[in-house]
């Protein structure tokens, strides 16, 4: 049993704890809400891989490892060195943040004081983490359809009751196992080989076999550990300054991490001057940063504490679902009948939660 944190929490979970009903309904408000904020990212994948190619797109040709494939052609991707590569994924996640921190500041500065020790603790650690599987998963996403990385980021779903049970000896019981066991199943049918889905911007060929995939399963655990601290932390913190130090944590990380790798290869006039006038890259930082940074990670923050690791992960396989529906709106993707089933196996696993009844749970304190 979790202890009660002696931090601020947030005044809405408050609220829902108050109801005669409280458990089963902060339940299924919080899987709704995290239902929401996986459409939210189901919206990034897509929209990330776009963000990106318009940025390489604004590379000069001396830039560009290869000039067969040079970065300007209809549906190719330039073969970038592996430092520049890393350093354009890292500055875009830093460029995002930056700007998700200043918005998120403004919308939220009246709460933005006196800090706790778990607030400044815990946003550290889940930016680090959050940071860290970004990094990754953008690079995975090089090489691999955004559906394909949205499975395998859903693997969380088996990492997540593991830690749950083993290293934190926190039950979980087998109505959870059973809508775990539901949506594996989804995430291995949507993970099955489907070339029929491929359109635009198709995969880059990887230097070593399977390595997008391999990234993005790296990109799972550290997701894992991000939705671990948030299940930890978010008992104990105000929701809203737990995220702006999440948010200042990944901006500064990436930026960091963005100069050593790609340096004046990224930030020199000819670059940034093509982005600044690029409108595809505009629309897709904004939307990515408004939507799957500001607002999804909020409600992620707040809701995600009523709900255990195991069951919140469950929720969270929606969002390859999402992905593909997204992918196949960008028309990046074709929808065939494997993503159908796998999505409505998925969506079944997250109903069984939904309707789960919930275990009591300690809520976080107001004031």
């Known amino acids: ?144 359809l955004p ?27 087998l109505y959870t196992w059973l809508a775990i066991a539901v949506a594996i199943a989804g995430i291995v049918i949507l993970s099955l080989p489907n070339p029929d889905a491929v359109r635009a911007l198709p995969p880059v060929n990887p230097p070593i076999p399977y390595l997008g995939e391999a990234l993005t399963i790296l990109g799972a655990v550290l997701f894992t550990c991000q939705i671990l601290c948030v ?26 991490l963005g100069a050593v790798l790609g340096g004046s290869g990224i930030y020199n006039g000819h670059v940034l001057s093509g ?8 629309w897709s930082l904004l939307t990515l940063v408004a939507f799957t940074s500001v607002l999804a990670l909020h409600l992620m923050n707040l809701y995600q504490p009523f709900i255990a690791p195991a069951k919140a992960c469950v929720v969270y396989c929606l969002e390859p679902v999402f992905a593909t529906l997204f992918s196949v709106l960008f028309q990046t993707e074709r929808l065939t009948a494997a993503t159908v089933l796998g999505g409505a196996v998925i969506l079944a696993a997250v109903l069984l939660v939904a309707r789960q009844q919930p275990a009591a749970l300690p809520l976080p304190r107001d004031g």
């Open 1 to 144: 049993m979790r202890r009660r944190g002696n931090g601020h929490g947030s005044s809405s979970m408050t609220a829902l704890a108050t109801n005669a009903d409280a458990p089963a309904q902060a339940t299924r408000r919080a899987v709704a809400l995290l239902a929401f904020c996986c459409l939210l990212w189901g919206y990034s994948f897509p929209t990330m891989k776009v963000a990106i190619a318009a940025f390489e797109h604004n590379l000069p040709a001396a830039a560009v490892g290869r000039t067969d494939n040079p970065p300007h052609a209809d549906g190719q991707r330039p073969i970038l060195p592996p430092s520049l590569e890393g350093g354009i994924n890292a500055t875009f996640n830093g460029w995002r943040f930056t700007l998700a921190t200043l918005l998120y500041w403004l919308l939220t500065r009246a709460r933005q004081r006196g800090h706790s020790r778990a607030e400044l603790r815990g946003g550290f650690m889940i930016g680090a983490f959050f940071s860290a599987g970004m990094f990754v998963q953008i690079a995975g996403l090089r090489y691999t």
């Open 147 to 173: 559906s394909i990385s949205g499975f395998l980021t859903a693997l969380a779903v088996v990492f997540a009751p593991l830690a749950q049970a083993f290293l934190f000896r926190r039950h979980v019981g």
């Open 231 to 256: 299940d930890h932390y978010g008992r104990q913190a105000d929701a809203t300054r737990l995220t702006l130090v999440m948010f200042a944590t990944t901006a500064l990380l990436s930026l960091a």
């Open 275 to 282: 982005v600044a006038t690029d409108h595809t890259f505009h």
